[in-house]
């Protein structure tokens, strides 16, 4: 079986190492031998292997009837969505890793490929080498989805991972993890919240079935943490994680991305580094956790050669993902009930007025930085809390809490 | 459709139950509504509504064209087995729980079901509700499987986390599990390692393609572990865990059951209490983990269920699974390498007896208990370690140690 990559970077060379180096393990698993026939990519690569691959033209790949499966590893909505939509339309089946494009046209694509009997897979779209889409698909299945919430993204976990361990301050460690190549000179996609937001709609749209809007996703990044919400933290026997979540409730779907300060107990507490984890809870089957590397070269490879293996298995059957185009309202997040902290200037002097407004508020610690308190209140609306933190004097920041 | 579930107890009521609870969500998943249309059991059930339900003889059935899937939650091998293979002959696609089954009669059952081009499906074997059996089917294809750790036994897991945190001694902790429910009247196959043993077997098997023995399986439970092992371990900032592995390597693969002293760092450390979590470790992937609740009533019958929904999305179509009758030989345990923790009667000046044989060994502790010294030595072969503290004077107890 060909198939064809789209895009020799990262990922798109992994797809081609991978399908060389375990090459005998995929024919098997496939039941026959699987190779990349064409790589299109504008650049050139002398000397590489995959230079007697490399196409320029896209209908070079989508007029060649041999090709059974399109590989998309370039990224970005233009032209990936242009050529995804051109090769299901070809009757080609599609593997993407690209988050931005299923976050936004998976509904499409996955309706198009059903019409045509194909299949649109995009396992690698979300956390990297972890299987949890084809889990979401085709295991979960038995139970009514309650609450998705995971660490989706490794740069920002490693940063976090970094300031609490060696109290090395917010700018430091972003310069660290771009000089190791974890976060981009423009880190805006991962520090903002908006790769993890992706993978959110993504996880959320799969678990009801409906499409769910990144936009309408209310979104906080890392950008605001310092070094003493960090020693705050600390303080609660809590770690600061950049937490995408999901949760059903009788008000309606809550989803948001935002730094939690979850408890030692809590499963993704132990989550560190650049790993990534998705816990989801469902009503018959508690908590299951879904765990591994969330980016990289090879683990997101891996996962789409996968998706590749699937595709060659199902060839002449669609396999059925009930992910329907039409959109799923959010509930307000005002009406979003949660634990907060937050940092008020003054002294224990001053936890009084935190009181009056919040009744069963808990001093955290006056000793963390000067001239100011950490406390802790709730649980509480968001719509509430932030009402009256403007009417609170001093007020200087917030964060959720997770019990 | 129309299933039929075999046994009405624990795992069987669950399925009824969650098919009932969730025959919204499940019709929706599987495209036609799903119900049971008898349940076998011996038992009379008199007020529950399974009453009108109830046969005893599996021919009603067998001989039933509107069954297309049959449940098998009887556990043990027979009448499961006869039943198991009776359903597959006559067309109807099974799912099971039941790790016995799968473990003794897996490859057969699962050639059967091929040549039958229906399913035999048994997420629910291993690990309850967590969804590995799928992921390792049809997730971790791309990749040479290297190794497999998981915590695959419950009752033992809560056993020594309660050891751990409370300090109780085995019997106590023993006595605890059954009065809560969690471990049988007669716990061996809990505390044994029968049941993880059976477990590993299943993955391994998936994991290679072929027939792994669970018999072959060197298998160590939890009985011999005392206070002061776990003791030894906390001074080791480790931690004693019933790991289930199997592990590939020069020499062949190895798989065994064994406590094993593990880091704060290795990712089963955090499964605590009944939880369970398989790692496995792919050479493209690195490590990915599946964690939740390993048993259960509602987790496992959610397990089972999403096979049933799978069954029936896959009507008339067999899923390959790679999994040959063809037995393989197992490495010699004696070739395994691992660092080893030893208990020797002494005091610390009696070290010196343990450095002759073990250059290597380092001294944990003599403060433990009164009279003995604990010590790690290694890495070393399995073989080589026994051998030598064979010759040591005083020598008490070993553990493998993890790094």
Redesign the interface.
């Known amino acids: 079986m060909y198939a064809a990559i789209l895009g020799y970077g990262t990922i798109g060379s992994g797809v081609a190492a991978?399908l060389e180096?375990?090459a005998a393990?995929?024919a098997?698993?496939?039941?026959m031998p699987v190779e990349a026939k064409y790589v299109l990519d504008i650049r050139e690569f002398p000397g590489d292997p995959v230079e007697k691959k490399l196409v320029r033209d896209i209908r070079v790949i989508l007029e060649d009837p041999e090709i059974e499966v399109v590989v998309e590893t370039m990224g970005g909505l233009e032209p990936a969505h242009t050529f995804v939509k051109s090769a299901l339309e070809a009757g080609k089946s599609v593997v993407t890793s690209n988050k931005e494009l299923v976050a936004k046209y998976g509904a499409q694509l996955i309706a198009l490929a059903a019409e045509k009997n194909i299949n649109f897979f995009f396992?690698a779209s979300v956390g990297g080498?972890?299987?949890v889409i084809?889990?979401m698909i085709?295991?979960?299945?038995?139970?009514?989805i309650l609450e998705i919430e995971g660490i989706l993204n490794g740069t920002t976990n490693y940063m976090l991972t970094r300031m609490k361990k060696e109290g090395i301050p917010y700018d430091e460690v972003l310069k660290d993890a771009q000089e190791k190549g974890y976060a981009e000179r423009n880190p805006a996609a991962d520090v903002e919240g908006f790769d993890a937001c992706r993978k959110i709609a993504i996880l959320t749209s799969l678990a009801c079935?409906r499409q769910v809007d990144f936009e309408d996703i209310s979104t906080t990044g890392i950008t605001g943490i310092t070094s003493e919400d960090v020693a705050y933290a600390a303080a609660m026997q809590r770690d600061i994680k950049l937490i995408a979540s999901s949760k059903k409730t009788e008000k309606g779907l809550f989803a948001k991305v935002s730094p939690v300060m979850i408890p030692a107990d809590h499963?993704l507490?132990?989550v560190s580094d650049v790993f990534n984890a998705v816990k989801v809870t469902?009503?018959?089957?508690?908590?299951?956790?879904?765990?591994?590397?969330g980016a990289?070269k090879?683990?997101t490879?891996?996962?789409?050669?996968?998706d590749?293996?699937?595709a060659v298995?199902n060839k002449g059957?669609n396999i059925?993902i009930?992910w329907n185009p039409d959109k799923l309202q959010l509930a307000d997040p005002a009406e979003f009930e949660s634990r907060f902290f937050l940092r008020v200037k003054g002294t224990k002097d001053d936890f009084g007025k935190v009181q009056e407004l919040f009744a069963d508020a808990q001093l955290v610690s006056d000793q963390i930085a000067e001239g100011e308190i950490g406390c802790l209140v709730g649980p509480v609306s968001y719509g509430e809390f932030t009402g009256k933190t403007q009417k609170l004097p001093g007020f200087l920041s917030c964060m959720f809490v997770k019990d």
Chains 1, 2 share one sequence.
């Open positions: 991978v180096e375990n393990i995929i098997a698993k496939a039941g396992e080498g972890i299987p084809r889990p085709q295991c979960l299945t038995a139970d009514d079935g499963p507490y132990m469902g009503n018959m089957l508690g908590d299951v956790m879904f765990y591994g590397k990289g090879y683990p490879a891996s996962a789409v050669v996968s590749v293996i699937e298995k059957r059925r009930a």
